[in-house]
């Protein structure tokens, strides 16, 4: 074909995708911040990212949705300043609706559009993830001796109680059988969780299938507004298309009531905010090259916050805020993600704290 066009490599009858059709197929976060420090543009990982719709994020600032102090905005206006493009691996991003991630960060000048600095996102394996797991399981050694001496203790009394809530439930209607149901099904779940011989000790690995998430919620959801979260008010953000997560009900169930617990004693009469999202690209390190956790469900409370002294070691056995607390309630909550193969995370300032639980997706989900 000498001296003619070159044959287009191209099937025919097929269109080329726009560029903003590739982006939004990429499972990074990946926007674009204009010379004023607006968002201009954000693909569907961003959005994720972002916790906001496209339509909510192009043409507000950046520093609404991330600390306008923070290395994120700092790097953007290197960026724009120098026209070179920078790379972060590891950077601290936090912002008022995404919480807390550590990144790898690349922002460079955007050719043809002046003042224009695109950013890519990499969320990193969180290998300061998995350190504070593993400080935390050197922390709970102590605490295995004594949970096996508790386990014993306490599967006594959990049969004299579930006799009598069925004793009661035999002579009740309505929602007061429903209530004896719901006390028998709780001490069954606890006299599971006690056949463990204590979460602290070296148990065998879980159990672990699908599990509705949404399901495990309303549970607790029904065990706090019957009890001891009475006079919270619920708010619910749930993702209605959120897959099914690789991990075990009655652990997702003490955990999640774990959490609701601590946000009702932190704001007793306040609002508790229960909210599930689906979140690409977020990679916990382990065996094997490690393990996706795109699935995040968060407890949220507008209570006065945790003090800074106790933050940092919140995980461990016998910290606690409260006067008359025993710090096992987030240890074992702690203990349990690790064992269903996702870990925990917490922010925390004045009137919201926020607990976000990141776990697999079921096996099931993945095939399809």
Known sequence: MAGGAAPSLRPEGYDSPDAASILDALPAPVFVIDAKGR???????????????????????????????????VLVARARASGATLIEHEMTIEGPRLGRHVAGVRAGPLAGAPGCVSVVLHE???ASGVDLQTSR??????????????AHEVKNPLSGIRGAAQLLESGLTGADRDLAQLICHE?????????????????????REAVNLHQAIDHVRRIAEAGFARDCRFVEGYDP???????????????????????????PHGVIRLTTTFRPGVRL?????????????????????????????????????????????LALAAKLM??????IEHTSTPGRTVFTLRLPMAETELRL
């Open 39 to 73: 968002i201009a543009f954000v693909n569907g990982a961003a959005e994720q990212f972002f916790n906001l719709g496209a339509s909510h994020l192009i043409g507000v600032a950046l520093s609404v949705q991330v600390a306008p102090d923070g290395a994120l905005c």
């Open 124 to 126: 990193r394996v969180m």
């Open 137 to 150: 399981r050197e922390a709970a050694r102590p605490v295995a001796a004594m949970a096996a001496v508790l």
């Open 187 to 207: 001490v069954d779940r606890i006299a599971a969780l006690v056949d463990r011989m204590g979460v602290f000790s070296e148990a065998p690995p879980m159990q």
């Open 241 to 267: 298309s959120l897959p099914l997560a690789y991990s075990n009900r009655d652990a997702m169930v003490q955990i999640v009531l774990n959490l609701v617990k601590n946000a009702a004693e932190a704001a």
């Open 285 to 329: 390190a382990g065996a094997g090259g490690g393990a996706f956790l795109p699935l995040a469900l968060s407890v949220e409370d507008n209570g006065p916050g945790i003090a800074e002294a106790v933050s940092g070691r919140l995980f461990e056995p016998f910290a606690t805020t409260k006067a008359d607390g025993r710090g096992l309630g």
């Open 338 to 343: 690790e064992e269903l193969g996702g870990m």
